[in-house]
């Protein structure tokens, strides 16, 4: 059964600074990673999505990478701005190519002006 | 694109009452999820539906939750009877062919 886990569940940094945030899952044959933010009382936006075929996704400030072998992402986030503060969620295939997802709890970022 | 629409915004009910929430998916998506999202649990996966035929619907709670997907454009959660455990936040989500999936703004069930 496929499980996701996001370190650490919460995060809290200075306006300007590059942060890391982490996500694990255990079944490492996946079709596709996908990261999401949601914002309070919101729904998720979806970010990035990475296919197992891509090591890498970028957008603006945002940079995920997919290591499958090992299970892991990770989504990089340049020069960090108080409007970047939100819930961020990784998801990924309940089962290789299946449409299911299978979400973590999230990591809470909060940016300080 | 308006993007998924989700009907009611907010829903307070006593136990035993029927409850309905309502989803618009993207227009042109094949599959249409719903979700629902908890402090405790997280984010759960109830029901999800391809060219509105159910495929999966292992992660329904109870007999209580039913789904259903008239037609391309609309889809139904029904809960009946509610119970006070079933207060969460629920989301519809659509998706493509790329299985990329865009969420609505969700609904927030509070069952007193």
């Known amino acids: 059964k496929q499980e996701v886990t996001q370190i650490p569940a919460a995060l809290s940094v200075p306006e300007g600074e590059n942060l890391v945030l982490n996500c694990s899952f255990t079944?490492?044959?996946?079709?596709?990673l996908q990261w999401f933010r949601q914002d309070p009382g919101k729904g998720l936006t979806s970010l990035l999505l990475?296919?197992?075929?891509?090591r890498e996704q970028t957008s603006g400030r945002l940079n995920a990478s997919l290591d499958k072998s090992s299970g892991r992402s990770t989504l990089y986030i340049a020069a960090s701005q108080p409007g970047d503060s939100a819930t961020y969620l990784c998801a990924v295939d309940a089962q290789g190519g299946s449409e299911k997802l299978v979400f973590g709890k999230g990591t809470k970022l909060t940016v300080n002006p | 694109d308006a993007g998924v629409i989700q009907s009611p915004r907010h829903e307070v009910t006593e136990m035993g009452q029927e409850v309905t929430l309502r989803c618009k998916p993207i227009s042109g998506h094949d599959y249409l999820f719903w979700y629902r999202q908890t402090m405790m649990r997280g984010l759960e996966l109830l029901i999800y539906?391809?060219?509105?035929?159910?495929?999966?619907d292992s992660g329904m709670p109870e007999d209580r939750f039913s789904a259903k997907m008239p037609n391309a454009s609309f889809s139904t959660l029904k809960i009946q009877p509610s119970e006070p455990r079933d207060s969460a936040v629920y989301f519809c989500?659509?998706?493509?062919?790329?299985?990329?999936?865009?969420f609505g703004p969700g609904t927030r069930l509070t069952v007193l």
């Open positions: 079944d490492s044959a996946i079709y596709n």
């Open positions: 989500a659509s998706s493509p062919y790329s299985h990329e999936q865009f």
């Open positions: 990475i296919q197992s075929s891509q």
């Open positions: 539906f391809n060219n509105n035929v159910p495929i999966d």
